[in-house]
């Protein structure tokens, strides 16, 4: 045990990816999906609960739980629609807000990508989980489960720990124009990577600000890159648990009614409701919110931000008999779904903000 976490101290993403690959822990989880093969082979498996690793001493987690509040309130303060729905659900249901994940986008390109923000959650006891891979979008994820938080007395990003879900651009497999404008920023950064969460909690971008013609060139083959070239490593969204939530509006079907009802669009792709196959895990997410962005020759036009999303994840089926007080979370559907995420992306979509501004 001391020689592991020596190791994971000096080398913590490194040792992270090995986990995945090695750990017989996860090794059932990660064989269930099938991932490589994109949406299609998503298969019907619930991975099994993996224990938690120990959680950072105390000291560690008041700085870490600090810079968690810290991305929130940069959130928070770029998507005035999530700060609404946290103060409805507070209003209706009290103050038993837990967050199911945190997610970021980046480049996968010269350090920028996964790396770049994973090292700081495993520094903090945080483990790499599944690799997720979305073929169409030239996407690859990665998420990474939480240690023990069992003293947490709080709410939020001081309540339970959220799960991490970090995904990255293959910039290589887009066209050449379009690498050469993602290469320019990347080059412009230096070494802003070593730096990629201290941008989160900062807002600012460790890149020059972009061109207005190059969001725009972006914007026509990946929405995903244009969004990543002018909000950088902010957080793309925060995930509300609903399960965790203590009236009816712990059903997600009932919450997402709630939400509808108060007056916010949610994001229709695939349904409102994305379903996993084993229909243990059920998302769904408001439309992104836009702002006026000025870009670096001056022009002044509206960008998509981030957004809120919802989960619910039920119990796995060797846990079916047990009462609703008795359920934990490790008893509760792990992971993520391919198909699931693949449709929440699309919150930030063109064809989803000209929806919601209609």
């Not at 066209?175 to 909690?201: C, D, F, H, W």
């Not at 900062?202 to 969001?215: A, M």
């Amino acid at each position: 045990m001391a020689q592991a976490t020596l190791a994971a101290a000096r080398f913590p993403a490194s040792v992270a990816l090995l986990r995945t690959r090695r750990s017989p822990a996860v090794a059932a989880p990660l064989c269930t999906y099938g991932l490589q093969r994109g949406v299609a082979m998503a298969a019907a498996h619930s991975p099994a609960p993996v224990p938690a690793s120990d959680p950072p001493p105390k000291g560690a987690d008041l700085f870490f739980r600090s810079v968690l509040s810290n991305m929130q309130k940069v959130y928070l303060s770029r998507n005035p629609t999530a700060e609404k729905i946290l103060g409805l659900v507070r209003s209706y249901d009290g103050d038993n807000i837990c967050f199911d994940h945190f997610a970021f986008r980046t480049f996968a390109l010269d350090g920028y990508g996964i790396n770049s923000l994973a090292e700081f959650f495993t520094d903090f006891g945080y483990e790499s989980r599944e690799e997720l891979r979305f073929p169409a979008k030239k996407l690859r994820a990665l998420w990474f489960s939480p240690p023990k938080s069992d003293g947490y007395s709080g709410t939020g990003a001081y309540g339970p720990l959220p799960r991490i879900f970090i995904s990255e651009l293959l910039v290589d497999e887009l066209s050449a124009p379009s690498q050469e404008i993602v290469r320019k920023y990347i080059k412009s950064s230096a070494k802003g990577n070593k730096y990629a969460v201290l941008a989160t909690t900062s807002g600012e971008l460790t890149w020059e600000k972009p061109i207005y013609s190059d969001f725009q060139a972006l914007s026509r083959e990946s929405e995903y890159a244009a969004w990543t070239l002018a909000n950088g490593y902010a957080l793309n969204h925060a995930t509300v648990s609903t399960h965790r939530l203590e009236s009816d509006i712990r059903s997600i079907s009932k919450f997402n009614k709630f939400v509808e009802d108060n007056g916010f669009k949610l994001n229709t792709e695939g349904g409102i409701l994305k379903v996993s196959p084993d229909g243990l895990l059920q998302q769904s997410s408001t439309v992104a919110d836009s702002d006026l962005f000025t870009f670096a020759d001056g022009i002044t036009e509206s960008i998509p931000r981030s957004y809120i999303e919802f989960a619910e994840r039920l119990p796995l089926p060797q846990f079916k008999d047990l009462q609703d007080e008795e359920v934990k979370e490790h008893h509760r559907r792990d992971g993520f779904e391919v198909g699931n995420a693949d449709k929440i992306f699309e919150s930030t979509s063109r064809d989803q903000l000209t929806r919601r501004s209609a």
